[in-house]
């Protein structure tokens, strides 16, 4: 069992950056896949990056790409997502997921997710 929490969301400007975090509870964190989604109001929710237990490999959606950053700290147990350049399309809550499979794109082959954080930017 995985308990994700997120954090760091909020009101920025446009150009601005912001770091969300997702904090996980249990001991299969460093098993675990990782990723992050997202979902506007009236959008589905959208794959926004992932990386692997070792945090070795990344994939990004095209639409972050260059502007965001995935990493993890499995020591602390902790996911980030390091956001710059936002802009007004980037607004959503974001949603932090587990997988114990491989690493993944999809939020269908997530196991776990948090609860969720969000983020507003103003034009």
């Known amino acids: 069992q995985v308990q994700l929490v997120e954090s760091g969301g909020g009101l920025v400007q446009a150009g601005g950056s912001l770091r969300l975090s997702c904090a996980a509870s249990g001991r299969t964190f460093s098993s675990s896949s990782m990723g992050w989604f997202r979902q506007a109001p009236g959008n589905e929710r959208e794959f926004v990056a992932a990386i692997s237990k070792s945090g070795g490999s990344t994939s990004y959606a095209d639409s972050v790409k260059g502007r965001f950053t995935i990493s993890r700290d499995n020591a602390k147990n902790t996911m980030y997502l390091q956001m710059n350049s936002l802009n007004p399309e980037d607004t959503a809550v974001y949603f932090c997921?587990?997988?114990?499979?491989?690493?993944?794109?999809?939020?269908?082959?997530?196991?776990?997710w948090g609860q969720g954080t969000q983020v507003t930017v103003s034009s």
């Open positions: 997921a587990a997988s114990l499979r491989v690493l993944a794109t999809m939020g269908k082959f997530y196991d776990y």
